[in-house]
């Protein structure tokens, strides 16, 4: 009878380490669920803030083309009146030269 007792220890001990066991792994099993719900929600939040960024990438490149086609046409229009003024002062030197900037009636060089 004794044999059939230390039997029946031998498989109850079996069977509570079994129980332990099991309800370890349907505690890790839950914490691992509930991580990788965790990281699907932060990945769902990363990509919506992602989605944000690149939205206002679109709109601050398009706000660069803008200010550079501004830069580009307020450049153009100095550079136009910078060739002008210099135009006008080499052809004021040419004429005060050839005589062609002295006041009406004034006599000319040369003649």
Do not use: N
């Amino acid at each position: 009878r004794s044999e059939l007792d230390a039997e029946r220890d031998r498989a109850r001990g079996a069977q509570a380490a079994k129980d332990a066991l099991a309800e370890r792994s349907a505690a890790r099993a839950a914490e691992d669920e509930a991580r990788a719900t965790k990281l699907r929600e932060d990945r769902a939040e990363a990509e919506k803030r992602a989605q944000v960024a690149e939205a206002k990438v679109v709109l601050l490149e398009g706000q660069v083309l803008k200010a550079e086609e501004r830069l580009r046409a307020a450049t153009y229009v100095r550079g136009g009146s910078a060739r002008s003024a210099a135009a006008e002062a080499e052809g004021v030197v040419a004429g005060a030269t050839a005589g062609a900037g002295a006041p009406p009636g004034a006599p000319r060089a040369g003649g």
